[in-house]
C-alpha cells in the first residue's frame, strides 16, 4: 500500500518521511538543504516542503510569464505552434522529472531547477544573450542572469528567496558547447537532480529545434544522418524515449550515484547537436533573423544609455516617460542590461517602434 498521510499528525513530518523512506541514497532531501539566502521559518509552510516552495515561486513569478513570449530559435515564428522559451521549460521539465522518478530522485527539486532554468533568457533567443554579452562591461550569461532574476530582480527587487539547491542548479545548468556529460565533472551541479535537468536541457532542445525546422522546412526528414537514426530512431517521440530510456538504464546499472549514458547514444546526440548547428541555428535565413534581432538590442541599448529608461503605461501603451536615476556609468550599464533582459521579443519590438520608427499622420 502507497503513502496514506495520517489525519492528526504533522503533513510536513509525514512528506518528510516519505522522501526518506522512498528517495535513492543519492537523492536530495529536503531536511538537508542548505537553505535560503535569507533564512525563513520553513515550520510555517505546513503542506509543502522547501523544493516544493520553490517550485511555485518560480511558476508564480512575473518572470516565468514572460518566457511565453520569448525566442526559443525561430525569431516571431508565424504558425502557432512553434516553440517558444516557455514551452521549451515546459518539456525539458517533463523529460526532468521521468527521469527522477526512475531513479527515485527528488522530482520537487528537479522541477523547481528545471521550471527556473532559463528564466534569465532575453528576447530574441541566443541573439540577445550575444548581444548584451558583447555590450555589458562584465559580459552577459543568461545562467548566471537566471540567478540575479531570482536573487534580486524578481518582486520588485526582493527576489524569490530560493534555496541554494535549486540556485545551484539553476547557474549550473548551462553546457554551451561543451560535452554532453563532463569526464571531469566539472561545472555540473552539485545534486544529481540539477545534473538530470542539465541533461534534460539537452534533450529537450535537440529534439524540438530538429522538430521544429522539419515543420519550418528547413530540413527534410531525409536530411538527418542515417548514423544517428539508427541509435535514436526516426520520430520525435521515439528520439526523446531512446535518450530517456538509455541514461535511466544505464545509471541504475552503474549505481554509482552518477548520471551515465552508453557510447553509442552520447555519440549520436554529440551528432545530432553538431548537426543542427550547422544546419538549422546556421542556416542563412535563422542567422538573417538572428542579425535583426542583434541590431534592435544594439540600438535600443545605446539609446537607453544616453538617455535613460523608456517605460511603459497600461495596456502595453507606450509613452515617454524617460528614468535616468543612475549615479555611474557602472549603474547604468547594469539597469540597462537588466531592462533588456526583461523584455519579451515582442516587447523589445514595440519599444523599439515608438524610439525610432515615425508614426503616420496626414494634415486635414
Avoid at 39 to 50: C, F, N, Q, V
Avoid at 237 to 253: A, D, F, H, K, P
Wanted: proline letters at 3%.
Amino acid at each position: 500500500m502507497g503513502f496514506i498521510p495520517v489525519i492528526g499528525t504533522s503533513i510536513r513530518k509525514q512528506l518528510e518521511e516519505r522522501e526518506d523512506q522512498l528517495l535513492s541514497p543519492f537523492a536530495a532531501r529536503n531536511v538537508n538543504s542548505k537553505g535560503r539566502r535569507i533564512p525563513e521559518d520553513e515550520a510555517l509552510s505546513e503542506i509543502r516542503l522547501p523544493f516544493q516552495r520553490d517550485r511555485d515561486r518560480i511558476i508564480h513569478s512575473k518572470t516565468f510569464r514572460r518566457l511565453k513570449h520569448k525566442t526559443q530559435v525561430f525569431l516571431a515564428p508565424a504558425g502557432d505552434h512553434y516553440r517558444t522559451r516557455l514551452t521549451h521549460v515546459l518539456e525539458v521539465s517533463q523529460i526532468a522529472r521521468t527521469i527522477a522518478a526512475a531513479l527515485c530522485l527528488n522530482e520537487a527539486l528537479t522541477e523547481a531547477i528545471a521550471l527556473g532554468h532559463d528564466l534569465g533568457h532575453t528576447p530574441f533567443g541566443h541573439a540577445g544573450e550575444a548581444t548584451l554579452n558583447e555590450l555589458h562591461p562584465g559580459g552577459f550569461r543568461h545562467y548566471v542572469h537566471s540567478l540575479r532574476v531570482v536573487d534580486f530582480l524578481e518582486k520588485k527587487g526582493r527576489g524569490l528567496n530560493l534555496t541554494w539547491e535549486v540556485r545551484n542548479g539553476i547557474a549550473r545548468h548551462s553546457k554551451g558547447r561543451g560535452d554532453v556529460i563532463p569526464a571531469s565533472g566539472s561545472g555540473l551541479a552539485a545534486t544529481l537532480e540539477g545534473q538530470v535537468v542539465r541533461l534534460a536541457d539537452i534533450i529537450a532542445y535537440v529534439n524540438h529545434d530538429l522538430d521544429d525546422a522539419l515543420r519550418a522546412g528547413l530540413l527534410n526528414e531525409q536530411d538527418v544522418p542515417e548514423v544517428i537514426c539508427k541509435v535514436v530512431g526516426v520520430k520525435h517521440s521515439q528520439r526523446i524515449g531512446s535518450m530517456v530510456g538509455n541514461i535511466i538504464v544505464e545509471t541504475l546499472t552503474a549505481d554509482d550515484g552518477n548520471l551515465h549514458i552508453s557510447e553509442p547514444m552520447l555519440e549520436a546526440i554529440t551528432l545530432l547537436r553538431a548537426f543542427l548547428y550547422d544546419n538549422v541555428y546556421r542556416n542563412t535565413w535563422v542567422h538573417n533573423e538572428f542579425i535583426k534581432g542583434q541590431r534592435i538590442i544594439r540600438e535600443l541599448y545605446a539609446y537607453f544609455m544616453e538617455n535613460g529608461l523608456v517605460r511603459v503605461a497600461g495596456d502595453g501603451w507606450l509613452i515617454d516617460d524617460q528614468e535616468k536615476n543612475w549615479s555611474d556609468e557602472k549603474t547604468a550599464h547594469r539597469r540597462v542590461c537588466d531592462y533588456i533582459a526583461g523584455m519579451t521579443d515582442r516587447y523589445a519590438l514595440a519599444v523599439y517602434e515608438h524610439l525610432f520608427m515615425p508614426n503616420p499622420w496626414s494634415v486635414r
